[in-house]
């Protein structure tokens, strides 16, 4: 049975404006800084983390996410109080609170919306939490930090917004300290993935690969980093876009007073889309850890 390309795209996407920077990270920050990706982000994940959460019975979209922030900070050991972590595509910032919440830790948010950062900044403001918290607008291909300057690197399903992900790993092994962790987590292709079957996700997004496990091993194997922990869950993936693109859809009607219905539309397709890509087994997700060289 000849396998079939699937488009992976989730909602509308202005045109590229002109910037030295990679289109990639043009495409995304223009995405995220949309008042219907904004509202639409806010509403169904609940503000506080989006991204592929760990799913067990009865556990929500914001309570799935939260267990994957848990898991995490778990296998840091957990994290210690004078920790230094920089969270890498940080959203809204769900994770930097949690970490300097429950740990004392001091998190810098790197992120490149404008509209996120802002969202992130009220919420840390309004939880006590913007002392241990600083917002800085900016690239994770080109960390705005000097180097040996973080005891952790954390990032939550953003590196597959980069269309030069050898570069952020270079720059993550730049600005941690020595024996310093990373932990991140990531939607992939599969190993087995055909050549061309996700094409339209990386037009898309302008891209040409959504990376792979392998790819990271080896990428941080070269750059000198130990493999921790490699949690392989691609179920959770699929688990997530099903329970968000459920959610949607019995929320549609009262979404359209805060998102385009364009934008819903597309979106109720390309989460459809992902289910289906994870279906055929194109896809893969975990959580990877890493540590670097002493």
Same mark, same amino acid.
């Given at each position: ?190 190993? %087995?993935?055909?050549? /061309? =079957?996700? +094409?339209?996700?990386? &037009? ?9 496990? *392998? ?38 009607? %009262?979404?359209?007073? /805060? =998102?385009? +219905?364009?934008?819903? &539309? ?9 289910? *289906? ?18």
């Amino acid at each position: 049975m000849k396998k079939s390309r699937i488009s992976l795209s989730m909602s509308r996407i202005r045109p590229i404006g002109m910037s030295d920077r990679n289109p990639a990270e043009n495409v995304a920050e223009e995405y995220y800084d949309s008042r219907d990706a904004d509202a639409f982000y806010a509403r169904i994940w609940g503000g506080e983390d989006i991204h592929i959460g760990l799913y067990e019975p009865g556990l929500s979209i914001y309570q799935a996410s939260r267990k994957t922030v848990e898991k995490m900070a778990a296998l840091l050991g957990p994290p210690h109080g004078d920790s230094k972590v920089l969270d890498l595509g940080a959203g809204y910032g769900g994770a930097a609170r949690f970490l300097a919440r429950e740990y004392g830790c001091e998190v810098t948010c790197l992120n490149l919306s404008d509209i996120q950062n802002q969202r992130n900044r009220q919420l840390s403001k309004a939880q006590g939490l913007e002392h241990k918290i600083h917002i800085v607008h900016g690239s994770f291909e080109s960390i705005p930090d000097e180097n040996a300057s973080y005891d952790i690197v954390w990032s939550q399903d953003a590196f597959l917004h980069s269309g030069r992900k050898l570069k952020v790993l270079q720059e993550v092994a730049r600005v941690l300290k020595p024996g310093g962790e990373l932990v991140f987590t990531d939607p992939m292709q599969s190993e %087995d993935c055909p050549a /061309d =079957v996700l +094409q339209p996700v990386y &037009d898309r997004l302008q891209l040409d690969s959504l990376g792979s496990i *392998s790819f990271y091993r080896q990428q941080l194997s070269a750059l000198g980093f130990t493999e921790r922990n490699l949690i392989s869950l691609p179920h959770q993936l699929r688990t997530h876009y099903f329970q968000v693109g459920e959610r949607l859809k019995q929320s549609y009607r %009262d979404l359209v007073s /805060d =998102v385009s +219905q364009a934008y819903l &539309d597309k979106m109720i397709v390309g989460l459809d889309n992902w289910v *289906s890509a994870a279906d055929a087994g194109y896809l893969a997700w975990g959580i990877l850890h890493y540590q670097k060289a002493l």
